[in-house]
């Protein structure tokens, strides 16, 4: 009888998982199920959309349903699991019509996250979103198309700021409340978000740090909000303070939960039921630098996840290395980035660090249209090793912050990387790579 | 008394090892000569330079005499080096009024590298030319203002190439000749060079490989080339079939060359004579895959050698850490780049390996603008470490050649790869890391 692998979710772990595992078992029987119309397709690329860079929502479904059949996956669509059984091994479904109960011999878990929505008063008001499903994607859009003039964005993460950009770019007039006191508190450090904070305000938003939004105002559509004592009015009201990993099945079918709730994995990405794994924005990873669990919810690690759990699920042997959390993302021109931990994790994880951080150009300095990057380096004080970096810059960022994070995951000291051999041409970079000269800076700290 | 610090030569190596030794002594008497006119400038510069890139000859002087006297440096122009006296420490030079004798306690020879150019009948005649000054530069620049409209240029390699591109960027209708049947010979394998040449001939570049110029044709001032039997006619020749090592006077003071004639050198880049260091384009080095001596004649290394040799020559202790040949160039839109070995160089080294090469995008498929990439990996099968890598794309090559040099430094296997913590955006990168599947490929030959 062909091996049964049941897969909750249709996104980019659940899918990685079950491509991973047609490629380990041909035979396998593979299901798939989302409780969305849409599945596969790129939550990341959501802002983008918004901001007018990618032209229709559809355009982030990254496979097709042809892809589905030539796989021999089946994908139901607008179905919801609603009870695992561990000891039968089945998992309850419902759909438009019928309730009906799927027998699997591997079950992944890649229920994914919900958006957290902080209790503020006025938040079910009409004009009030949240960005995590093309269908949220799809209602902000329309918002802006039946005319909303301003906005504010509740959150100054990643994705509060992608979207709060998208608005700008659309026109609108928007604010960004963090609660924090400095935007991207999850990445970077507060030196290096003062310039993605400058340059975001000279584009024409406005970034207000270090206060919450108390009230969400209006009738029963929003009209403004109250932010420490101002009240500024707005069409418009989106929620971006976080994701929470969504494990209520999970947890009611006794599958052991962690660290931020998240669902517990070995390294082979199993849950402590065997036969059950768990990928994606619901479940933990271990931290590479520290060593303990972790959350990183995005979408390279979802993918990873899901390949790992994909070939042990279907009788192959797998094993996921571990998070750095690496990130990038781009704010009009800047491009922003980090991996590893920042000064103030570090500090959390009871790490005494020093840091680099250096002030360089993009090309040559005597090249036309040379333009400016930063790069700062967390470095462990006992060991030397380089545990962090965060790069803003208008150009070559991802890929500075991939090799730093390959630094990072093979223990590079500060000093080797002081002495690093790196690739240098006049349009390109300038002779003395910036990631080595903020080594020297931090290692002249440890002399 | 203070430390005396002889420099001879006055560019990369040379001032970078005059930096160093200031910061290592700030009561040195450093001095440096050169035998141009110009001191401290990019050669790396010219070719774009000739291609309108960078609008004057001048501006690739990276530092203003302001810089040497602000360090404290006396810099000779025009002054040539005529003999060492080791026993007596002194360098005998020339300028053009006077002969005389500077002593020493620490000796950097940087004296470079000169364009060799190989016994082809003809080679004296006017029109002809070889680039790696300011002047030469300026020969060419004046020959295309007076009205030249064609070029052969003898040499495929790096600069041959970006000089040969820059002629077609100025209108001439360009013809490269190489002798061995690729491009880039010493960099790219044959499949990626394939890239390389059929983008350059695309863009009006006539490339003729596995053939080598039999006659430069002309009276006194050249008029054409003979290729195979074919006569091409010209206005220019531009001859960029490699440089030397300059070590003529190194040699003539008893000190010891090794591997293709460069000057050897431990890793305190000091020579067989203590005191005497030698840095640049005539120094060898280790490298740091095969361990054996190697002779990579780039900006980055000249300057990682001039820092380390400068603090030694100065009282202090530095090693240089070895090269991997790290190198990358822009051809009109591609960038290229490669380090460590490549199939060809690992053969001759007698290292088994297989490869993982894979073609990608540089952002989300569905990204407007994603643009092709192609990713070769070399893998040691012994070791499953990855030994080398080349890229070939339209952007963000640099630094993925800078995570792969940090990842063959760091002795990072191809499953450690395959398994690495990336980052991405849509309109940064694809959510699989180009490099990772390459890792991926590789692998699955290992099995």
């Keep these: 009888m062909p091996r049964r692998i049941v897969i909750i979710g249709a996104h980019a772990a659940a899918v990685d998982a ?22 596969g397709y790129s939550r990341c690329g959501l802002p983008f959309v918004l901001g007018g860079h990618i032209p229709r929502f559809k355009d982030l479904i990254v496979f097709p349903q042809t892809f589905y059949k030539m796989m021999k996956l089946n994908l139901l669509y607008k179905t919801t699991a609603t009870n695992i059984d561990t000891e039968a091994k089945t998992v309850e479904i419902q ?20 958006p957290f929505v902080p209790p503020i008063k006025g938040r079910e008001k009409h004009g009030v979103h949240v960005v995590r499903t ?50 991207l508190p999850a990445m970077l450090d507060t030196d290096m978000a003062k310039l993605v ?126 998070v750095l959390g690496s990130g990038v993302t781009k704010f009009f021109d800047m491009e922003i980035g980090a991996t590893g931990l920042n000064e103030f994790f570090a500090k959390r994880n009871g790490i005494a660090t020093v840091t680099g951080a250096l002030s360089s150009k993009t090309k040559a300095d005597y090249y036309p249209g040379a333009l400016p990057i930063r790069v700062k380096l967390v470095v462990e004080k006992e060991s030397q090793r380089i545990i962090g970096g965060q790069i803003v810059g208008s150009e070559e960022v991802t890929q500075r912050i991939n090799a730093l994070s390959f630094a990072i995951q093979m223990h590079m000291t500060v000093r080797e990387l002081a002495k690093a051999d790196t690739a240098y041409a006049p349009p390109l970079s300038e002779t003395w790579e910036p990631m080595v000269l903020a080594a020297e800076i931090a290692l002249r700290k440890l002399r």
């Design 18 to 39: 079950a491509v991973a595992a047609r490629k380990t078992d041909r035979t396998a029987e593979i299901t798939l199920l989302t409780t969305e119309k849409h599945a």
């Design 95 to 114: 759909d438009k019509t019928e309730k009906r109960k799927l027998p699997y011999d591997s079950l992944i878990i890649a229920t994914g996250a919900f």
């Design 197 to 322: 904070h400058e340059m975001l305000e000279q584009k024409g938003l406005r970034i207000i740090v270090g206060k919450g939004v108390d009230e969400i105002l209006g009738e029963e559509k929003v009209t403004g909000v109250s932010v420490g004592g101002e009240q500024i009015s707005t069409d418009l009201v989106v929620i971006a303070t976080g994701v929470k990993a969504n494990t209520e099945l999970a947890k009611k079918a006794g599958i052991a939960t962690g660290f931020r709730g998240a669902i517990k994995a070995n390294a082979r990405m199993e849950t402590n039921v065997p036969g059950v794994y768990a990928v994606g924005d619901c479940a933990e990873s271990i931290n590479l630098v520290t060593g303990r669990p972790a959350l990183v919810q995005l979408g390279t690690v979802a993918v990873r996840h899901g390949k790992v759990a994909g070939i042990n699920a279907a009788g192959g042997y797998a094993l996921f290395s571990g």
């Design 134 to 183: 093309i269908e949220d994607g799809q209602k902000i859009d329309k918002a802006i198309k039946d005319g909303a003039k301003s906005a504010v964005v509740i959150g100054g993460g990643l994705i509060g700021l992608e979207v709060a950009i998208a608005l700008v770019e659309r026109g609108l007039k928007t604010t960004v409340v963090e609660l924090i006191p400095q935007v």
